[in-house]
């Protein structure tokens, strides 16, 4: 069998197209860098040259309404709620749009249209914005909206990946958000929180508090009344509860610390870590999980029923209850007048119990 070989004729055609294949990826790749430094950072070679740093601020001329709901869409915009002793709902805001150059921000924030209407006693304020610009590259123009809100009106937040803070606000409401965060000073109403990924920061909260989420985490203190909070692998921490607490995760921690006010437990996880230290009130309440741990730290006075059970964990107890642990896996017994009944199950995890000082 006869194989051809090469001509030495053809092999510096192939080294040609090689060389050209090499120079289409090298000017490619040199292209990429220069769109980057051009519209991501606004610089070539550490140089600034200030083309995609220009913003726009304009500002939106106050509005006064006296209405007893205000409703509030919009997109990554950033809403804030402050409370006020006054019986108006005052709004003020502005537009914010960047650009490669000042007329080019400026035309950014203008395309933002904000529709506010009065219905009834129904404030509503919807923000519309112009379509997405290939070249913006994550800068997109956006509302800053405060609304100043008086005790006895209620509200209800619509975002996608804006932020919410509320400061001192006295009145109920509803924040929902897929990525952006919620964080609140000083609140006294209730509040009803959704979001996907978007984490909740509350601090000095005075009221009911429920929370629904996937992956966000909760953070909250002051002294929370009633909590119910939901979530699949976002963990949630609570300092000074003084009410109910009905916590659901899969994967997420729990960590609970309550008030001087005996609270009740409701308390399911998977894989979640599950960590109490408080008083338990009146009546029957169980802290359930799969292969998460639990650790309980418990207040005087001691009046409860202990129903502990774990089938792959071991059981840790104060001394004076370790002669009533059963083979390690199990453990009932009744501390004082037993008023409460804790039932806590750990499949593979271990259960805690500590008692704090008189």
Request: proline share 3%; net charge negative.
């Amino acid at each position: 069998m006869k194989t051809d070989v090469p001509r030495d004729s053809e092999r510096p055609v192939e080294r040609q197209l090689s060389r050209r294949w090499l120079g289409m990826v090298l000017i490619l790749g040199g292209l990429g860098w220069l769109l980057f430094e051009l519209l991501i950072r606004g610089t070539i070679a550490g140089i600034d040259l200030n083309l995609a740093r220009s913003d726009s601020v304009q500002r939106i001329a106050e509005q006064r309404f006296i209405v007893k709901r205000v409703e509030v869409v919009g997109v990554n915009d950033q809403v804030v709620l402050t409370g006020t002793t006054g019986e108006e709902v005052v709004l003020r805001g502005e537009r914010r749009g960047f650009g490669w150059a000042a007329n080019a921000a400026a035309d950014a924030a203008t395309k933002i249209e904000l529709q506010i209407e009065q219905r009834g006693d129904t404030l509503h304020i919807n923000v519309k914005h112009p379509q997405w610009a290939p070249w913006s590259f994550g800068r997109n123009p956006y509302a800053y909206l405060e609304l100043a809100l008086p005790s006895d009106a209620t509200f209800e937040l619509s975002l996608v990946s804006g932020d919410a803070t509320l400061r001192q606000v006295a009145a109920h409401g509803t924040i929902t958000t897929i990525s952006g965060e919620v964080r609140a000073e000083g609140t006294t109403g209730q509040l009803t929180l959704n979001t996907t990924s978007g984490d909740v920061t509350l601090s000095d909260h005075h009221s009911e508090l429920t929370f629904l989420t996937v992956s966000g985490d909760l953070s909250a203190s002051g002294l929370l009344g009633e909590v119910i909070a939901q979530t699949t692998s976002g963990d949630v921490r609570l300092i000074g509860v003084r009410g109910p607490v009905q916590v659901t995760t899969v994967s997420g921690d729990v960590d609970i610390k309550a008030s001087d006010e005996a609270v009740r437990l409701a308390i399911d996880t998977t894989s979640g870590d599950i960590s109490f230290s408080g008083r338990l009130a009146d009546g029957e309440q169980h802290v359930s999980t799969i292969s998460g741990n639990v650790q309980l730290t418990l207040s005087p006075p001691f009046d409860v029923q202990l129903n502990f059970r774990t089938i792959g964990g071991k059981i840790d107890v104060p001394a004076r209850l370790a002669t009533q642990v059963s083979n390690a896996r199990s453990l009932q017994t009744t501390l004082g007048e037993g008023r409460s009944l804790l039932n806590v199950e750990a499949t593979s995890g271990n259960i805690t119990l500590r008692l704090a000082e008189q």
